[in-house]
């Protein structure tokens, strides 16, 4: 059995979601991602190969290049994952907002 990463674990590197937000606006070689960032190529390709292997990126053979792209419906787990709380959240703000609306502040009597 093949042991798969979590997309869970892979978002929770902040170099990591830093590739996800480059390759999502477009496809790029590994040059061009470690080119965005100080660490060491070497540091870079592990986290586009950690990415990959949770199939949040895709790679694509163009002649001799290989591009990097965003999986977008791997993304929607994560989207999925978040909704609940989302929701519970936009309740809460919803409610103290409505609260905060008809809150009037005491006057000081000097």
């Known amino acids: 059995m093949e042991l798969r990463r979590d997309v869970f674990q892979a978002i929770a ?20 991602i470690a080119g965005n960032f100080d660490s060491s190529r ?20 163009s ?12 993304l929607k787990t994560i989207a999925d994952f978040i909704a609940p ?3 519970f959240w936009d309740e809460k703000f919803n409610k103290l907002e409505a609260v905060m609306k008809n809150y009037q502040p005491k006057k000081d009597s000097d």
Request: proline fraction near 5%; charge should be negative.
């Open 63 to 74: 002649g001799r290049e290989i591009y990097y792209q965003l999986n977008p419906e791997k």
């Open 13 to 32: 590197d902040p170099t990591r979601r830093a590739i996800i937000m480059l390759v999502a606006i477009q496809a790029m070689t590994p040059s061009a």
């Open 42 to 61: 070497q540091t870079i390709s592990k986290h586009i190969q950690i990415l990959t292997e949770c199939e949040l990126l895709e790679q694509e053979q």
């Open 85 to 87: 709380f989302r929701q």
